[in-house]
């Protein structure tokens, strides 16, 4: 993938940084981290770990079962560092307020004065870095992350094209989704030829369900509401329904004859979680941006606080005002 001059001058600012300046590391990436938040980090590690460079992977979130196939999984830590750090990486976050703990990262950077490193693919990115490569046209950040590293000339290992494929295969719905190109393709190849074990991975993420995963899909269709007039679907999910190792959106938005799709999920802390989805036509994320959430125009998310059935009824409302 070839960079613009300005973007090469911003990747050899980021490769003199990382190989001549940087000596203690901190990676994260949003809440709820996805298998492109997450095999990203770790994919980022893999490489500082060949440089011999100190760092961490930081998500305060426990990982989804099917996340914790991936290389290293393991290493990752869930309690933010006190002690002094030089350099945040920040992958797949389009602002601070997406990661789990948004006062830490802030005082942390407050008293570190770290070199900010935000690295995304999110439309909406609010460029909060000193360093941002962020490209909106591109299917995930493992593909960026990619190209970051081809062009810096950093090994690649097998363990690190293994997380590397499997966040381009996530973000890309097994590679079914619009935001697929020529060059996500050509990436995924490159990636299978420096050793990624698609075959394993696919299998550990798409096919090693539990039977609480088909108890919770059971749930979210009997909840499902069809407005087949303005083409919207939604269900609702309560905090007592199991955990699976499936997205249930990635479930009901292969419904036919719908253009939208919206997952409402209850959680412990008084906040209800929304997973939105749009076939084409409707921007979700501009819709998700007036709640404070976001993402792409047709996956983005959205955090707010109330019961389930007030928040239900607030966005549906609104979106049935907006179709």
């Not at 009901?252 to 999920?265: T, Y």
């Not at 998310?301 to 019961?307: F, Y």
């Amino acid at each position: 993938m070839p960079f613009p001059i300005s973007e090469q001058e911003t990747l050899e600012t980021l490769k003199s940084w990382v190989r001549s300046q940087a000596q203690s590391i901190l990676i994260t990436g949003h809440k709820d981290p996805d298998i492109d938040a997450i095999g990203s980090c770790i994919a980022f590690k893999k490489v500082l770990d060949t440089f011999a460079i100190p760092n961490i992977v930081w998500f305060e979130d426990s990982l989804e079962t099917y996340a914790t196939h991936l290389p290293s999984s393991n290493q990752i830590k869930k309690t933010i560092p006190t002690y002094p750090i030089d350099t945040l990486i920040i992958l797949d976050s389009p602002h601070l307020g997406r990661i789990r703990n948004q006062a830490a990262i802030e005082s942390l950077i407050q008293r570190f004065k770290p070199m900010v490193i935000n690295i995304d693919h999110h439309p909406d990115n609010t460029l909060f870095g000193n360093i941002n490569i962020v490209k909106p046209g591109i299917s995930s950040v493992g593909e960026l992350l990619f190209h970051i590293f081809s062009y810096l000339n950093w090994p690649i290992s097998s363990e690190t094209a293994s997380c590397l494929y499997a966040a381009i295969s996530f973000d890309t719905g097994r590679f079914l989704f619009s935001n697929v190109t020529e060059r996500t393709f050509l990436s995924a190849s490159k990636l299978l030829r420096a050793g990624a074990k698609a075959y394993e991975l696919s299998q550990k993420m798409y096919e090693n369900k539990t039977l609480q995963t088909f108890d919770l899909i059971q749930i979210a269709l009997s909840r499902m509401v069809i407005d087949n007039k303005k083409r919207f679907a939604y269900t609702t999910l309560p905090i007592d329904a199991p955990e699976g190792e499936m997205k249930v959106i990635d479930f009901i938005r292969q419904l036919g004859g719908i253009d939208v799709f919206v997952v409402f999920s209850e959680s412990k802390n008084g906040e209800v979680k929304l997973n939105l989805r749009s076939k084409g036509g409707f921007n979700v994320s501009k819709f998700a941006a007036q709640f404070g959430g976001g993402g792409h125009a047709l996956a983005a998310g959205i955090t707010m606080q109330g019961t389930l059935e007030e928040v239900t009824q607030t966005i549906i409302q609104q979106l049935d005002q907006c179709l």
